[in-house]
């Protein structure tokens, strides 16, 4: 595990996170400004393993069953996290775990813990684990780190292949090549709300990967299923359930 932050490194992320800046609107300045903000997401820790095992206690013997065998139903209270108290996120989503997954303790830094409800940085609302198997985690950015707009549909930042180019990086946890990572890219409407759905193999990062992005009111939500090799083979199908069946 990553060593917890010094307190000069958490109030420098405090200050940068609490003063949230609307992304450059040429396409260059975008992409350049979107990089870096990525980069420095990612060695923040959101991709590092920054937490430890909440406990040893398996979702499936608290979380009621999905309609999916092997997969549980995770719809938080308003209390659960930082950013549900905050009132940032004011509708609960809907994450469908592994049954033998154990909820992740977060840091602080990772929750947006420390600047809700200013955080002009992407946080880990809640991930789900299996050692040496995988993890099911989600992500929530502000929209202003993407787009000027508020309040809009996940179409008006792109099409799939030109949302990944910004998002890539919080997906494999390291660079990101399209040619290289991406594997497929696709997208449907669900409730009224669409939904981008992609699948990577990035050796670099974090090898398999599935994820399911949309956006609601002032935040763009990011499901991630990552697997090991080992992983991947004995739970593909469950991944690809879990990240057809989240819901914002």
């Known amino acids: 595990p ?3 932050p010094s ?4 109030a420098n992320a405090a200050a940068s996170a609490s003063a949230p800046t609307a992304m450059p609107a040429d396409g260059a300045s975008r992409r350049a400004a979107l990089a870096a903000m990525a980069g420095a997401c990612v060695s923040a820790s959101l991709f590092q393993p920054s937490w430890a095992s909440a406990g040893e206690t398996n979702a499936g013997s608290y979380l009621p069953p999905s ?3 092997g997969l549980v139903t995770y719809v938080p209270n308003m209390q659960k996290t930082p950013a549900l108290r905050a ?3 004011r509708d609960p ?3 469908l775990v592994p049954e033998k997954y154990v909820e992740a303790k977060l840091a602080n830094i990772a929750t947006g813990n420390f600047c809700m409800p200013n955080c002009g940085e992407p946080w880990t609302e809640v991930a789900f684990e299996k050692g040496g198997e995988g993890k099911v985690s989600l992500l929530v950015s502000p929209l202003v780190k993407l787009t000027n707009k508020p309040n809009v549909g996940v179409e008006a930042l792109g099409s799939p292949e ?3 180019d910004r998002i890539g ?3 494999t946890g390291a660079s990101f090549e399209r040619d290289d990572d991406l594997v497929a890219a696709t997208s449907k409407t669900v409730d009224g709300r669409t939904y981008y759905y992609y699948e990577l193999y990035a050796l670099s990062g974090n090898g398999h990967s599935l994820a399911a992005v949309t956006t609601r009111g002032a935040g763009l939500y990011l499901l991630v299923a990552n697997g090991t090799e080992k992983g991947w083979k004995a739970m593909e199908g469950t991944y690809r359930a879990a990240v057809d ?3 914002a």
């Open 2 to 4: 990553v060593a917890a």
């Open 7 to 10: 307190a000069a490194g958490a």
């Open 67 to 69: 309609d999916v065998p």
């Open 87 to 89: 009132g940032v996120i």
């Open 93 to 95: 989503y809907r994450v």
């Open 162 to 164: 030109e949302l990944i």
């Open 169 to 171: 990086p919080f997906i």
């Open 245 to 247: 069946g989240f819901r």
